[in-house]
């Protein structure tokens, strides 16, 4: 419920902040806010969770003996079940305030993206948890660094106003790919195929790093923790 | 026939100086000395094997490996060298409120300890009654578990796994918190445990209880196993020793001299 009030918040802040201060010229603004704030609320809460799960777990970890992976997967599962509640209130917002028509395919196109979002968010949790089990400080700095990628990325201003030479560099930000792809299913009523396909190949390659590290760090957790 | 329990040759070290922080990984650390509390091997050489239906104590001076070596039988630790191997079903309770959340009740908290301890929800169900029972919260049962006491809390989390389906329990030191007649209920139900075929590992500073529920044991020092057999031999002459090194019978010095 907070969780949900919270994302809503910060949207309408930015909306204040630069569509009536700042006077951004772009219609729906406030449409192309709500769609990406809750995806990225996910990622970044569920990532930042999932970074002091073996921490914040830990009399499970060290007395009981639960498989590690589930400590990470829970943040992560806890998020999307905040979104899913969001869902319907996002799906409002689109129809009612931006006036766009509500489609059918979202039906399957919104699962495709709840996964293609698991798929992408669960291994940065589970890398953070693993590295914050052994450096205590990835929890903080996730946090830093989280708010800077949120600016780093079009979030609250759209790519199309970005000067040309930081085009490319945005355009290659699998976070840009993954939020585009959730605009895309709502504005749209499509799939984005080529940005989904950037946003899996990362998802594809933090999974590769932290398949890595959980058999390099998995079997100390329970002492350091 | 197969032990139940079984480890050979066991050694573990731990990293002495974690990594806790960046500041630690960029400047190091000092150079680690051989203490009690911090010594190159936290186990060495340490085996034995249980049989079905027997229950084993581990005996020991604070620090001499005693957690290590239930950690490592329960896998949360892992062991350097050497082999482990359980053959059952295991359920832990290593430290008092482990499992348990603080805002669930205590039923509540039943059922999510039981399904941590691999119990699928009706087998959780069934056994409900004779957990509750066996703990003899009452009413207490249904308030919030940040209301209990540790004697409270160690009832429930004892409860649980002695009624779960386990076959093999590791039990490190919760029970002392409990009231004498609920122990005594519970060595009870541990002679029972054993009876219907379950193996038990018990660290216990309780030497009464250890003879009590205990066939064989090994005792801990410095991480070395310095005795094992019988349980009675082995508290024997681990109290004998704790009082020769017990303060002012220093080893050498009359009584009172210092």
Redesign the interface.
């Given at each position: 419920m907070w969780a949900l009030a919270h994302t809503f918040a910060l949207a309408f802040v930015y909306w204040i902040a630069f569509k009536i201060i700042m006077r951004l010229d772009m219609p729906n603004y406030s449409v192309y806010l709500v769609t990406a704030m809750f995806p990225w609320a996910w990622l970044a809460v569920g990532a930042i969770g999932g970074a002091r799960s073996f921490v914040g777990n830990a009399?499970?970890?060290?007395?009981?003996?639960?498989a590690h992976v589930i400590f990470p997967l829970s943040n992560v599962m806890q998020e999307m079940m905040h979104f899913v509640f969001a869902l319907p209130v996002v799906i409002a917002w689109v129809v009612l305030a931006g006036g766009y028509p509500p489609s059918v395919s979202w039906l399957w196109q919104i699962p495709v993206m709840i996964l293609l979002q698991v798929a992408f968010v669960y291994p940065i949790a589970l890398g953070c948890a693993l590295a914050n089990a052994?450096?205590?400080?990835i929890e903080p700095l996730l946090g830093i660094g989280f708010s800077l990628l949120f600016f780093a990325t079009p979030m609250v201003y759209p790519l199309s106003i970005v000067p040309q030479p930081l085009h490319g560099y945005l355009e290659l930000n699998p976070l840009h790919a993954l939020m585009q792809s959730w605009r895309s299913v709502f504005m749209q009523g499509a799939l984005d195929l080529p940005l989904m396909a950037l946003a899996g190949g990362f998802a594809l390659a933090a999974g590769a790093v932290a398949w890595l590290l959980y058999r390099k760090l998995a079997?100390?957790v329970?002492?350091?923790v | 026939m197969t032990p139940a329990l079984m480890c050979e040759d066991l050694w573990k070290t731990?990293?002495r100086h974690?990594?806790?922080?960046?500041k630690s990984?960029l400047l190091g650390a000092d150079t680690p000395r051989e203490t009690r509390f911090s010594r190159e091997w936290a186990l060495s050489e340490v085996g034995f094997e249980v049989p079905r239906g027997r229950s084993f104590g581990v005996i020991g001076p604070n620090g001499s490996g005693k957690t290590t070596l239930l950690?490592i039988l329960?896998?949360?630790?892992?062991e350097d060298r050497g082999r482990v191997s359980l053959n059952g079903r295991?359920a832990?309770l290593?430290?008092l409120?482990?499992?348990f959340h603080g805002d669930l009740t205590g039923r509540e908290n039943v059922f999510l300890y039981g399904s941590?301890?691999g119990m699928r929800l009706a087998e959780v169900r069934q056994r409900f009654d004779r957990i509750a029972e066996f703990s003899e919260l009452e009413d207490a049962i249904d308030t919030p578990l940040r209301t209990y006491s540790a004697g409270m809390v160690a009832r429930l989390g004892f409860s649980t796994i002695i009624n779960s389906p386990a076959e093999i329990l590791l039990i490190d030191e919760v029970l002392a918190v409990g009231d004498t007649r609920f122990q005594a209920k519970c060595h009870q139900a541990l002679r029972e445990f054993r009876a219907r075929q379950g193996t038990l590992v018990i660290v216990s500073h309780n030497m009464k209880e250890l003879n009590e529920v205990c066939d064989e044991g090994i005792c801990l020092e410095l991480g070395r196993v310095v005795d094992a057999g019988p349980i009675a031999r082995v508290v024997v002459r681990y109290q004998e020793r704790m009082a020769a090194m017990a303060p002012g019978k220093a080893a050498g010095g009359a009584p009172g001299n210092r």
């Open positions: 009399p499970l970890v060290k007395e009981m003996g639960v052994y450096v205590r400080d079997p100390r329970g002492e350091v | 731990y990293q974690r990594a806790i922080g960046v990984l950690s329960l896998g949360t630790v892992q295991v832990s290593l430290e409120g482990a499992g941590i301890l």
